[in-house]
């Protein structure tokens, strides 16, 4: 498979831009068949599945993986804003309070127990507002007003993919050690997630954005994440059989929506999630004398990445997100951008990123 990204490496902001809008059109592709079957799917749309966002008349929405990834952002540039400053700040309290902000845009009351912070820009985004399909896991940890930590975390059992699909944006944050990454966002994880494959999935997770914004290939990306997650202390051993079946299954090529989910799951939870979507951008790599562009392998990954009885959504943005932040803004279909909804609330997200990691 190929793994170059093209003549000249993409700009930090192309990667920003481009992994934010990605993700929200995998999720935006993947939302309107998330609670299908794959012969729902296939009634609807023919053998091929749901392949492009013109395929919906009415248009297409993005869904709280979308909303819960720009409220990440958001915190994170709120503490970047602090640190430009000359200011310390507790990066996960940032993000909480960030999430905290998003629980009131689903109309859930935030705990009177929770700090009160002030409105930011993002909160004056209606499209924000739309309660579309949230997490039960996200809004019942928030809910809490406790602020969970690895070590007194919330929902100790849940293992939900809410945590993965929203980490895209801690590998976007530059000149940081990759173990910081992965901390980050585990800690992230733990404020709605206490299973360990919970932190650990939304860990590998952003590790692997992080590492190919550092100009990784996508093979070299994803065995480094492997391998870092075998030799993780505290080990959850579905996370590394997950993605090992992933990368494997990816040499042999494209498989089968139905053979896709036996081996390597529905999605809905974390581990899974990531298998899916990581597998989909590998298996459909294209090779260097194949002629196919950015725009193609993004197309053919998110169609793999969403066409199966499982949680598309989650699985077509965590595609969309790797394939963004490999090969930037190049790999976003125009026309699909055309469809997409709110795309300059995604970018303003975007850029006020750019704006405190490039100063």
Not at 104 to 128: F, H, M, Y
Not at 220 to 247: D, H, K, N, Q
Not at 271 to 276: D, K, N, Q, R
Not at 284 to 311: C, I, K, Q
Request: charged share 20%.
């Amino acid at each position: 498979m190929s793994i170059d990204p093209g003549a000249g490496a993409p700009s930090l902001k192309s990667r920003i831009h481009g992994c934010l809008l990605g993700g929200a059109l995998g999720d935006s592709l993947g939302y309107a068949v998330e609670f299908d079957s794959i012969e729902t799917i296939r009634g609807r749309f023919g053998t091929a599945g749901v392949t492009d966002l013109a395929m919906f008349d009415g248009g297409t929405h993005f869904s709280d993986d979308t909303q819960m990834t720009l409220y990440t952002v958001d915190g994170l540039v709120e503490a970047l804003e602090w640190a430009n400053d000359g200011v310390g700040a507790d990066v996960n309290a940032c993000v909480w309070l960030a999430y905290l902000r998003w629980l009131d845009t689903q109309g859930v009351p935030v705990p009177s127990s929770a700090p009160v912070q002030p409105k930011r820009w993002i909160d004056g985004n209606e499209v924000l507002r739309h309660r579309r399909a949230p997490g039960n896991a996200c809004l019942s940890g928030l809910a809490t007003g406790e602020m969970g930590t690895v070590y007194r975390p919330v929902n100790p059992d849940s293992k939900g993919c809410g945590t993965v699909m929203r980490s895209a944006p801690f590998g976007l944050i530059p000149h940081i050690a990759s173990d910081a990454v992965y901390k980050l966002s585990a800690d992230a994880a733990s404020l709605t997630h206490g299973h360990p494959s919970a932190r650990q999935s939304a860990g590998g997770f952003s590790l692997l954005i992080h590492l190919l914004v550092s100009g990784a290939g996508l093979q070299e990306a994803a065995t480094a994440v492997l391998e870092e997650v075998r030799g993780l202390e505290e080990v959850a051993a579905e996370l590394p059989a997950r993605l090992e079946a992933a990368i494997r299954h990816a040499e042999g090529g494209v498989l089968a929506p139905e053979e896709l989910v036996r081996e390597l799951g529905e999605g809905w939870v974390a581990e899974e999630a990531f298998a899916v979507g990581l597998y989909a951008v590998l298996a459909t790599a294209p090779r260097r004398d194949s002629g196919a562009s950015p725009a193609d392998h993004f197309r053919a990954a998110v169609a793999l990445a969403v066409n199966h009885s499982g949680d598309s959504d989650s699985t077509g943005s965590i595609a969309g997100n790797i394939l963004g932040a490999f090969y930037g803004e190049q790999a976003l279909p125009p026309e699909w951008l055309d469809a997409l909804e709110a795309p300059e609330v995604i970018r303003g997200m975007a850029d006020l990123l750019v704006g405190v990691t490039t100063a």
